[in-house]
């Protein structure tokens, strides 16, 4: 009943590292999202939780907000449980199947579910923040992000919607050398009345930020499978982002156009990969385009 109540309450008492297994389906709060920021901007505590069981692609909060780590639900041959929600929501997997765990009335039990994949990231985003004490809570989130095993040879029909891959506790406590470049913010503008409709060319401003270690010749790219847009500029050159370093395209954005024949209300997937030499990221999100409605803000 009172869960972000217990967040403030885990967060002032000295917990670095806390773990939701709950959460909901629904619309976001944003008086819930400034518990979030506040917790992890202001006492630098990291939050991470379960990304439910509904096995659809559907947001699911907290999970779902901003800053906190999402974790989906996987097996002992790393791919997805099919009750584990999916999507560009979701951070890292962990192993959710079959845990043995403490239950209520001094006992334990094997349970299923994101409830118990979450603890286990939880857990690994605890040893980060004992071998690299200096870390802040978006660091230690990175940390534990860059260093997931690749299990998408075998979540083919997921791609991307799985976030970074399974959880490797050792290579998150040993790894000193993978920066950690997160797209902090997306903006995406028509130069008119932000209402995306057929013909319309767009801008997409991004925010980069580096948690971890300098980049050397940084490259971010947009592109998309979708025919109902198509991209005039796509790439975007850093190079060298220091640790705690942003950088944004806002003077060169990227530049995609709606096709005159797009359908109404058209979902476009869209991916913006950043590279630095052997490794890369990807951070999938979507924009509705040619809609057959407009919002008014009053």
């Given at each position: 009943d009172?869960?972000?109540?217990?967040i403030?309450?885990?967060?002032?008492?000295?917990?670095?590292?806390?773990?939701?297994?709950?959460?909901?389906?629904?619309?976001?709060?944003?008086?819930?999202?400034d518990i979030?920021?506040?917790?992890?901007?202001?006492?630098?505590?990291?939050?991470?939780?379960?990304a439910?069981?509904?096995g659809?692609?559907?947001?699911?909060?907290?999970?779902?907000?901003?800053?906190?780590?999402?974790?989906a639900?996987?097996g002992?041959?790393?791919?997805?449980?099919?009750?584990?929600?999916?999507?560009?929501?979701?951070?890292?997997c962990?192993?959710?199947?079959?845990?043995?765990?403490?239950?209520?009335?001094?006992?334990?039990?094997?349970?299923?579910?994101?409830?118990?994949?979450?603890p286990?990231?939880?857990?690994?985003?605890?040893m980060?923040?004992?071998?690299?004490?200096t870390?802040?809570?978006l660091?230690?989130?990175?940390q534990?992000?860059?260093?997931?095993?690749?299990?998408y040879?075998?979540?083919?029909?997921?791609?991307?919607?799985?976030?970074?891959g399974?959880?490797?506790?050792?290579?998150?406590?040993?790894?000193?050398?993978l920066?950690g470049?997160?797209?902090?913010?997306?903006q995406?503008?028509?130069?008119?009345?932000?209402?995306?409709?057929?013909?319309?060319?767009?801008?997409?401003?991004?925010?980069?930020?580096?948690?971890?270690?300098?980049?050397?010749?940084?490259?971010c790219?947009?592109?998309?499978?979708?025919?109902?847009?198509?991209?005039?500029?796509?790439?975007?050159?850093?190079?060298?982002?220091?640790t705690?370093?942003?950088?944004?395209n806002?003077?060169?954005?990227?530049?995609l156009?709606?096709?005159?024949?797009a359908?109404?209300?058209?979902?476009?997937?869209?991916?913006?990969?950043?590279?630095?030499?052997?490794?890369?990221?990807?951070y999938?999100?979507r924009?509705?385009?040619?809609?057959?409605?407009?919002n008014?803000?009053i």
């Amino acid at each position: 009943d009172d869960g972000y109540d217990g967040i403030i309450y885990a967060a002032e008492h000295g917990a670095d590292i806390i773990n939701c297994s709950w959460g909901r389906g629904g619309t976001p709060s944003q008086f819930e999202q400034d518990i979030i920021n506040h917790v992890t901007l202001d006492l630098d505590r990291l939050v991470v939780a379960a990304a439910g069981n509904d096995g659809t692609e559907t947001s699911h909060y907290p999970s779902s907000y901003k800053y906190v780590t999402s974790v989906a639900w996987t097996g002992i041959s790393d791919t997805k449980n099919s009750g584990s929600n999916f999507g560009y929501d979701i951070d890292v997997c962990a192993p959710g199947t079959n845990i043995f765990s403490t239950v209520i009335d001094n006992s334990y039990t094997s349970l299923s579910g994101t409830s118990m994949a979450s603890p286990i990231a939880a857990g690994c985003a605890a040893m980060i923040k004992s071998k690299f004490p200096t870390m802040n809570a978006l660091q230690i989130g990175e940390q534990l992000r860059v260093t997931c095993d690749n299990i998408y040879s075998v979540n083919t029909g997921y791609l991307y919607k799985l976030g970074k891959g399974r959880v490797n506790m050792f290579k998150a406590v040993t790894d000193s050398v993978l920066p950690g470049v997160v797209v902090d913010q997306l903006q995406t503008r028509d130069r008119n009345d932000q209402v995306f409709v057929a013909g319309d060319t767009l801008d997409l401003v991004a925010l980069l930020n580096n948690l971890l270690r300098p980049t050397a010749n940084l490259t971010c790219t947009l592109s998309t499978t979708s025919s109902t847009v198509s991209i005039l500029s796509g790439i975007y050159n850093i190079g060298v982002l220091n640790t705690l370093d942003t950088a944004s395209n806002f003077a060169a954005p990227f530049v995609l156009r709606v096709d005159p024949l797009a359908p109404l209300n058209s979902i476009v997937d869209l991916r913006v990969t950043v590279r630095d030499g052997a490794w890369s990221d990807v951070y999938g999100f979507r924009i509705t385009v040619n809609v057959d409605y407009i919002n008014i803000a009053i």
